[in-house]
């Protein structure tokens, strides 16, 4: 049976007292009303030739506080157009400008006048383009190396000095400058590391977005603020700002409905959305009786009670436990968890009535990666195609807010609108929750054991600070029983793994080296407070070979 709980705002609330609501949050700090940035936000247009470092280019941009987007190098000057984009960067990439059929810059980077920052691929394409010439690379120069300035004084190493360590990562490399450049840098193996033209067109054999590159940031800075102009406009407060004239123009008088995971995405999505329409946001939780402890009443806490969102709470706990007995094929979990929650959702949402746009909590790295980007942007998307699965005959409009962030500026954001820091920083945690950190069946008992010891891995790790460098720690429990000896008895009870990791993006991870005693305390309290454990071991895997979950 599902129980559901509907908490209503006042319908006649307005926009500004959710605003307010939002500051009280915030402790009084006013949230920018003024619209600070006029239509045309500062930008830069990174025009991507595929290099693996493309997207770290935008993050550093970002980070700059200057906003970028990154562009297919055959993007249409309408596109970048509507950037209004203040210079250009040109990413590397795996291509040589001899290839047949080598990406090469649209004129429009040329003919806008615009300054231009070639980097890696990027000098060579100007180079080439401009009428200089590159040579085909005898051998690579892959790694460190150090790069010495010219005489000639380059605003873009401005503040730096006469020499530093710069990364390398290139085959060809430039034998001639175009007419009108002169080389402003070079290292042992490239005599020409870096040029310029004097007149805003820089390019780099180096890659300055890379840690590897200590004075990179600088570099970048001193492109986008000295060459370029920009003055670094782009927090989180002028996001919100212009995100909220955004949502509530889009979606006018119509109905949003978001559905709240726990997770930051979907958190900062609907504060967002919330923050910009009130009332005419309505959030479904399914409380699917996977979830850690307290992890339910957090939600309701911050969403409901303090936020006076529309939500609705569904405690669909005996409806996915009874899907689960018995299941335990991981896949076959996975499957299950997934299904019922379309269902679940899928009546909530048509007990709202006429609904038009569905919020979610898609990023930049999702956007980038996907075949097609803006062709999802605005598509009218039937239920079925759709993720979080929605009403057969509903047709929904997309609202992703977030579709041009970063996951560090989501987190940014989350902080500005109030959220509260624990939610922010919130560790990664599955879809089908518990259900594939509990191997073999997934039972109450079995829920009430892992959540026990779970909360104690949450709770020492947080005390010893390392919550938030590490991707993920948590605890599993094994289909494993094992005997130990508690005072002049002879125990047969379970086994309790603990796994923690560091990882950038979960594509590749490392087993973190907690420190001895941590792992001592956790495993001494695990087998005192929670009832039936009496084995603790430590999951020393990395991924590759091993997953981050057991599951
Ligand atoms: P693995 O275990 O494949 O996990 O190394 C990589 C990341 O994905 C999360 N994960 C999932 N997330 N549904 C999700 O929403 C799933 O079925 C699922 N399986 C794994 C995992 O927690 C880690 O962050």
Redesign the pocket.
């Known amino acids: 049976m599902v129980s559901s709980r509907r908490v209503t705002t006042s319908d006649d609330m307005e926009i500004s007292t959710y605003l307010e609501i939002a500051e009280e949050l915030r402790g009084g700090q006013p949230l920018p009303r003024e619209e600070p940035l006029g239509r045309e936000r500062e930008a830069v247009a990174v025009i991507d030739f595929g290099s693996q470092y493309s997207m770290l280019i935008a993050r550093r941009v970002r980070e700059c506080h200057v906003y970028c987007e990154l562009l297919p190098h055959d993007a249409a000057w309408e596109r970048v157009a509507s950037l209004h984009p203040k210079g250009f960067i040109l990413s590397g990439g795996p291509a040589s400008v001899y290839d047949p059929g080598a990406p090469l810059a649209p004129d429009y980077v040329y003919e806008s006048g615009l300054p231009i920052l070639g980097i890696c691929y990027g000098l060579q394409v100007l180079t080439h383009q401009l009428g200089g010439r590159v040579a085909p690379g005898m051998r690579c120069e892959y790694g460190h190396a150090i790069l010495h300035q010219n005489a000639t004084e380059s605003p873009i190493f401005a503040g730096l000095p006469p020499s530093m360590t710069v990364w390398m990562s290139h085959g060809d490399r430039i034998e001639e400058v175009p007419p009108g450049f002169t080389t402003i840098a070079f290292t042992e193996n490239s005599p020409i590391a870096a040029m310029g033209n004097g007149h805003g067109i820089i390019g780099l054999q180096f890659h300055p977005e890379v840690a590897h590159t200590p004075q990179g940031k600088t570099i970048l800075e001193n492109f986008l603020y000295k060459i370029c102009g920009c003055q670094g406009t782009w927090t989180p407060g002028n996001f919100v700002v212009e995100s909220v004239r955004g949502i509530r123009e889009e979606v006018s008088g119509g109905k949003v409905i978001c559905a709240l995971s726990g997770g930051v995405d979907s958190a900062v999505t609907a504060t967002l959305v919330h923050h910009a329409i009130g009332d005419q946001l309505t959030c479904i939780f399914v409380n699917n009786g996977l979830l850690r402890r307290e992890e339910d009443e957090r939600i309701l806490n911050t969403f409901q009670r303090n936020m006076k969102m529309n939500l609705i709470y569904v405690d669909a706990t005996d409806r996915f436990l009874e899907k689960l007995n018995g299941v335990i094929d991981p896949e076959v979990k996975?499957r299950v968890v997934g299904e019922e929650f379309i269902r679940v959702f899928e009546e909530e949402a048509a007990r709202i009535g006429k609904v038009d746009f569905l919020a979610q909590g898609t990023l930049y790295p999702d956007v980038i990666e996907s075949v097609s980007p803006e062709s999802r942007a605005s598509a009218k998307i039937k239920t079925h195609h759709n993720v979080g699965g929605l009403p057969k005959t509903m047709t929904l409009t997309l609202l992703e807010p977030l579709r041009y962030l970063f996951k560090d500026e989501v987190r940014e954001v989350g902080l500005e609108l109030g959220l509260p820091e624990e939610m922010v920083w919130r560790q990664?945690?599955?879809?089908?929750g518990l259900a594939?950190r509990i191997i073999g069946e997934v039972t109450r008992e079995r829920l009430e054991t892992l959540r026990a010891a779970d909360w104690i891995v949450m709770n020492e790790i947080k005390k010893a600070n390392l919550y938030r460098q590490l991707?993920?720690s948590f605890a599993v429990l094994p289909d494993v029983r094992s005997v130990g000896v508690m005072g002049d008895y002879r125990t047969y009870g379970h086994v309790v793994a603990i796994r923690a990791v560091t990882s950038e993006d979960?594509m590749t991870?490392d087993w973190a080296r907690l420190p001895y005693d941590l792992l001592a305390r956790i495993s001494n309290r695990i087998a005192n407070e929670v009832p039936g454990v009496n084995r603790v071991v430590y999951d020393i895997s990395s991924?590759p070979p091993s997953?981050?979950?057991w599951e």
Do not use: L, S
């Open positions: 996975r990664p945690f599955p879809g089908p594939i991707w993920q979960a991870a991924k997953t981050i979950e």
